[in-house]
C-alpha cells in the first residue's frame, strides 16, 4: 500500500493517508483540527513506490510558514481523515467517534455600577411618590374626621349660633334644639278628682348649653284620632330661668278634657319642632 499527505485547504493540517483508501471514486474528508471538510479524488497524488510517505510530509511541513503554530510533527502521526461514503478502509476502523459539540451559552450581561445607581435612584424616586400621593390623600381624611370631632362636641353651641344647623343634624339621626332648650316626652294621666276626669301633664325642662336660658311658654295640645285640633293650651314655668346644664320640671292639670282625645302634642311657643305624644 502506498502513502500520501492531505493537506487540510482551511488550516493547512497534513495527514498520512493511503491511496487505497480513496479508490476508485475519491472520498469526502473532515480535518480532526477545525472540522473542515472536502472532496479527495482518487487521482488528487500518485503514490511512487519508491517514495517515502514519511519523508514527502516532512518536505511538505518544511514549507509551513513560520509563524504557524502548529506542531509540524503532531498531525501526521496520530490523526487520522474521517473517510465519509462508502465502504470503510482500515484507517476508518480504527478512528474513535467524536463526540458532537454543544452550542455554548452565551454569556449573561455584566450589570454596570451606572446602571445600578440609576436603578436605586429611580426606586427611592417612586418610592417618594407614593409616600406624597398618601400624604396627600391623608390630609384631607383627617380633616374631615375632626371637623366631625368638632361638630360633635359642639353641637349644641353650633346651632345656637346658626340655628339652620339643626335641621343638618336632624339629617344624620342626631336631635339638636336650635334654642338650646328640649323638653322630655310628657307623661299624661288621667284620674278622677270629684267624680271628674282630670288629666295630669308632667315632663321636665333641659338646658343643653353651658349658659343660663330662659324658658319660653310651653305649648301643649291634644289631638283626635285623625290628627285635628280639640284643645291647645300654654304651660309657664316656675322659674323662667334655667341654669346651664340644667333641668327645671313643670305639671299641669286639664279638667273636663275632650273625651276623644287620644294624642298630645308639645313644643316651645317659638320652636319650629312639634313633638307628639301618644
Not at 452550542?103 to 446602571?115: C, E, F, L, Q, S
Not at 390623600?137 to 374631615?144: K, M, Q, R, S
Request: with cysteine; aromatic share 6%.
Amino acid at each position: 500500500m502506498s502513502d500520501f499527505v492531505l493537506i487540510c485547504p482551511q488550516c493547512d493540517t497534513r495527514y498520512k493517508a493511503q491511496v487505497s483508501d480513496f479508490e476508485p471514486e475519491g472520498r469526502e474528508v473532515r480535518c480532526a483540527r477545525c472540522s473542515f471538510r472536502w472532496y479527495v479524488p482518487a487521482q488528487r497524488r500518485a503514490a511512487a513506490p519508491t517514495a517515502d510517505a514519511d519523508q514527502l510530509a516532512l518536505q511538505d511541513n518544511q514549507q509551513i510558514d513560520p509563524v504557524d503554530p502548529v506542531p509540524l510533527t503532531s498531525p501526521i502521526e496520530p490523526a487520522e481523515p474521517k473517510v465519509f461514503g462508502g465502504s470503510p478502509g482500515p484507517a476508518s476502523k480504527t478512528s474513535k467517534p467524536q463526540k458532537p459539540k454543544l452550542p455554548r451559552k452565551p454569556a449573561a450581561p455584566t450589570i454596570g455600577a451606572d446602571v445600578m445607581m440609576r436603578d436605586k435612584a429611580d426606586r427611592e424616586k417612586l418610592a417618594k411618590r407614593r409616600r406624597t400621593i398618601r400624604i396627600i390623600w391623608a390630609i384631607p381624611l383627617i380633616l374631615v374626621v375632626l371637623a366631625a370631632i368638632i361638630a360633635w362636641f359642639n353641637r349644641q353651641a353650633i346651632v345656637n349660633r346658626i340655628p339652620q344647623m339643626a335641621s343638618v343634624y336632624r339629617m344624620v339621626g342626631i336631635e339638636v334644639r336650635a334654642g338650646g332648650l328640649d323638653i322630655d316626652p310628657p307623661e299624661a294621666r288621667t284620674v278622677l278628682v270629684d267624680g271628674a276626669p282630670v288629666i295630669r301633664v308632667a315632663s321636665t325642662v333641659r338646658n343643653l348649653t353651658r349658659r343660663e336660658k330662659t324658658v319660653p311658654l310651653i305649648e301643649l295640645s291634644l289631638h283626635d284620632v285623625d290628627g285635628a285640633d280639640l284643645l291647645q293650651w300654654y304651660v309657664e314655668t316656675q322659674p323662667a330661668q334655667i341654669e346651664g346644664r340644667g333641668t327645671l320640671g313643670f305639671e299641669t292639670v286639664i279638667t273636663d278634657p275632650p273625651t276623644d282625645a287620644v294624642s298630645l302634642r308639645y313644643r316651645f311657643s317659638r320652636d319650629d319642632g312639634l313633638t307628639t305624644n301618644g
